[in-house]
């Protein structure tokens, strides 16, 4: 069974920092790149990080671009999202998400998501 665990969030300071984790079971998980998306309230789920399968690439949206680092431990089937000067519109919720596969009908699957609040 595939699973995606990830890690509790929790309130924040703005100017802070975090890690996230996202624990991976139930697939080959260096087979995958892996993708972290956010959503803040009243918007859209958007990616903002991802990492080749290899963790040899990654990419990384505008809005967190510099501030942010997507990692992964292929050994522990672990991908992390790091992020610094935190700001009060980094509040949303974050998932960590394994892409599907069309050719073998494999689905996308997402954790559960974590909620992270940044004051002011």
């Known amino acids: 069974q595939v699973q995606l665990v990830q890690s509790v969030g929790g309130l924040l300071q703005s100017g802070g920092s975090l890690t996230l984790a996202c624990a991976a079971s139930?697939?080959?998980?260096?087979?995958?790149?892996m993708t972290w998306y956010r959503q803040p309230p009243g918007k859209e789920r958007e990616p903002i990080a991802d990492?080749?399968?290899?963790?040899?690439?990654?990419y990384y949206a505008d809005s967190v671009k510099g501030r942010a680092i997507i990692s992964r431990d292929n050994d522990k089937n672990i991908v992390y999202l790091q992020m610094t000067d935190l700001k009060p519109e980094d509040t949303a919720v974050y998932y960590c998400?394994?892409?599907?596969?069309?050719?073998?009908?494999?689905?996308?699957?997402w954790g559960q998501g974590t909620q992270v609040t940044v004051s002011s």
């Open positions: 998400k394994r892409p599907g596969r069309q050719l073998s009908r494999e689905p996308e699957y």
């Open positions: 139930g697939f080959t998980f260096s087979d995958y790149p």
């Open positions: 990492i080749t399968s290899e963790g040899s690439t990654t």
